[in-house]
């Protein structure tokens, strides 16, 4: 369970990481989501990616372990993008900011790089040399896959690298400024970490039922009844739920998981059929 | 066409490097038009296996792994498609169709492991109380193992049932539909775990309106065609607007002598 630690106990600046630790971390960016999994999405291949880092930084290991944890909450963001925010956390961290601010910088840091990845590798880079190179492929030309891979994985490695070390930069400038008003500064990112965990409870929540009530020519569509009441109703629900069994009741993760593989299996009995 | 034991120790090989891949390593390599040209490379007709590769290719490239959702599994077919071109002599588009049954069976594993590895986030949050760094790396490599494991056992037995096998596996999966469906569905409901962990530890009690104003937001750019893939970063544009409002509003006043200590400010007259 994470960590209720609010702030690091040596609060002393680390020594700014150096270039090898840096690219060590990069190389370790592309496991980003070795453990993917439905809770927590990259978050176990987040922490993997930064602990070289997280190491260096944290030489204390009550402090080490409270970075771990916090580092361990829900993660998800493009896999090719992700080391901006390696830079931005890793920054925070080495300048041991509040815990708040750096999980409130981490959200609101991964959130909008999964549209902007889309859009440059999905439907940018991969449909033209893909459907450039396969042409060649199909003409018989072991150049096709060849050529394929070159270029996709020198513009990947290019932005892989490029960024961690442009936004660790950024960061470690941007400190300096925000020092001054701390207490603020984590009030303001915290605001803007809600306002995203907000937003994502929304984008990213896909729950709908299936569950249709007999009514002549016209079947009552459960579904549509909701959405006309609020859209996303049931992602908003659970969400509050498992917030309220987690912060009121003591629930740890797994029972809360356990609960809902019993809510899915039992809903998708043929003969209930919500799902 | 028979394989000798040779070619079905690479062809599993490859079917574990790749499968990690999908989500790893280089994350290029799983692409049919590569995946073809290996496979037929091991089996002995190069061509085919570029011709496979690039026809599925150009079939795939419209359905990308886009926003976290699975499409009908890339890889197995990519593998299975190249493997029937050139046992059974089809032209590429029928062995496509013939590797779906067991891209179908890909995309079952790969929603049994993101399920099973939710629960195994409680061993990593074990790991982080203790500082135990070793641990967070060997549960990364062990679960990118057990991905390539399930995918190579799934192509070798494809390359040794043959497209006999296909239709077995169509029943069986028909048959348990059921419990996939309601394995995605919970699956599909495991991130509001990871969002509530995240709130309980940032939503202070002031911040409930700001989590409903994003939720709103996020909801009315959702039900906008062409907005899906730009949605979060004009969400993004709006909360740092709000969030900077906030800071500098509360530096001003901090500088002006109004921050904590002299709570009335304005409202001192009322």
């Known amino acids: 369970?994470?960590?209720?630690?609010?702030?690091?106990?040596?609060?002393?600046?680390?020594?700014?990481?150096?270039?090898?630790?840096?690219?060590?971390?990069?190389?370790?960016?592309?496991?980003?989501?070795?453990?993917?999994?439905?809770?927590?999405?990259?978050?176990?291949?987040?922490?993997?990616?930064?602990?070289?880092?997280?190491?260096?930084?944290?030489?204390?290991?009550?402090?080490?372990?409270?970075?771990?944890?916090?580092?361990?909450?829900?993660?998800?963001?493009?896999?090719?993008?992700?080391?901006?925010?390696?830079?931005?956390?890793?920054?925070?961290?080495?300048?041991?900011?509040?815990?708040?601010?750096?999980?409130?910088?981490?959200?609101?840091?991964?959130?909008?790089?999964?549209?902007?990845?889309?859009?440059?590798?999905?439907?940018?880079?991969?449909?033209?040399?893909?459907?450039?190179?396969?042409?060649?492929?199909?003409?018989?030309?072991?150049?096709?896959?060849?050529?394929?891979?070159?270029?996709?994985?020198?513009?990947?490695?290019?932005?892989?690298?490029?960024?961690?070390?442009?936004?660790?930069?950024?960061?470690?400038?941007?400190?300096?400024?925000?020092?001054?008003?701390?207490?603020?500064?984590?009030?303001?990112?915290?605001?803007?970490?809600?306002?995203?965990?907000?937003?994502?409870?929304?984008?990213?929540?896909?729950?709908?039922?299936?569950?249709?009530?007999?009514?002549?020519?016209?079947?009552?569509?459960?579904?549509s009844i909701l959405d006309g009441v609020l859209p996303k109703m049931i992602p908003l629900f659970f969400t509050l739920l498992l917030y309220f069994l987690l912060k009121k009741k003591g629930w740890t993760p797994v029972k809360c998981i356990i609960l809902l593989i019993v809510i899915g299996l039992v809903g998708a009995l043929p003969f209930i059929g919500l799902f | 066409m028979d394989f000798n034991a040779i070619q079905i120790i690479l062809v599993f090989i490859v079917s574990f490097i790749v499968a990690i891949d999908q989500f790893d390593l280089l994350e290029s390599l799983y692409q049919p038009i590569v995946t073809g040209a290996i496979i037929g490379a091991i089996l002995g007709d190069l061509q085919t296996g570029l011709i496979v590769g690039g026809t599925y290719q150009l079939m795939t490239i419209g359905n990308m792994p886009v926003g976290g959702a699975q499409p009908p599994n890339a890889v197995i077919g990519g593998i299975m498609a190249t493997v029937f071109a050139i046992s059974s002599n089809l032209d590429p588009s029928a062995a496509v169709g013939l590797a779906v049954p067991f891209a179908l069976i890909g995309q079952y594993m790969v929603t049994l492991l993101f399920t099973v590895m939710s629960p195994v986030m409680s061993l990593s949050d074990k790991c982080a109380e203790n500082a135990d760094t070793k641990g967070i790396v060997r549960i990364n490599w062990l679960a990118m193992a057990a991905l390539g494991l399930l995918f190579g056992l799934v192509c070798v037995a494809g390359l040794i049932g043959g497209n006999a096998l296909g239709d077995t596996l169509t029943a069986i999966s028909e048959k348990y539909a059921w419990i996939m469906n309601g394995l995605s569905a919970a699956g599909g409901m495991m991130r509001y775990v990871g969002f509530a962990i995240l709130l309980r530890m940032m939503l202070s009690n002031d911040l409930w309106g700001i989590y409903f104003a994003g939720f709103a937001l996020a909801t009315v750019i959702g039900y906008i065609d062409g907005l899906g893939g730009s949605a979060l970063l004009l969400i993004a544009f709006v909360g740092i607007a709000i969030a900077l409002y906030d800071f500098q509003t509360r530096t001003a006043m901090k500088s002006a002598g109004l921050g904590a200590g002299s709570t009335g400010g304005d409202e001192d007259g009322i």
């Open chain 1, 1 to 223: 369970m994470a960590s209720n630690a609010l702030q690091y106990k040596d609060l002393t600046p680390a020594q700014p990481l150096d270039k090898a630790t840096l690219n060590k971390m990069v190389w370790r960016s592309c496991n980003l989501q070795g453990s993917f999994n439905y809770e927590r999405m990259q978050a176990n291949g987040w922490l993997y990616s930064i602990l070289p880092g997280l190491e260096k930084i944290h030489t204390n290991k009550d402090d080490l372990s409270a970075s771990m944890q916090h580092n361990l909450e829900f993660f998800n963001t493009h896999p090719f993008l992700v080391t901006f925010v390696m830079g931005i956390v890793l920054s925070l961290e080495q300048q041991k900011a509040d815990i708040n601010t750096i999980r409130a910088v981490r959200v609101a840091a991964m959130g909008p790089l999964g549209g902007i990845g889309d859009a440059i590798f999905w439907f940018t880079l991969v449909p033209i040399t893909a459907g450039i190179t396969s042409n060649m492929a199909i003409g018989g030309s072991i150049a096709g896959p060849i050529l394929f891979l070159v270029i996709f994985n020198l513009v990947q490695f290019l932005v892989r690298f490029w960024l961690m070390n442009w936004s660790y930069q950024l960061g470690t400038k941007a400190i300096e400024l925000l020092t001054k008003n701390a207490k603020e500064f984590t009030r303001a990112a915290s605001m803007l970490g809600v306002f995203i965990v907000g937003a994502l409870t929304s984008n990213y929540g896909g729950t709908t039922v299936k569950l249709e009530i007999a009514n002549g020519d016209s079947p009552i569509v459960i579904q």
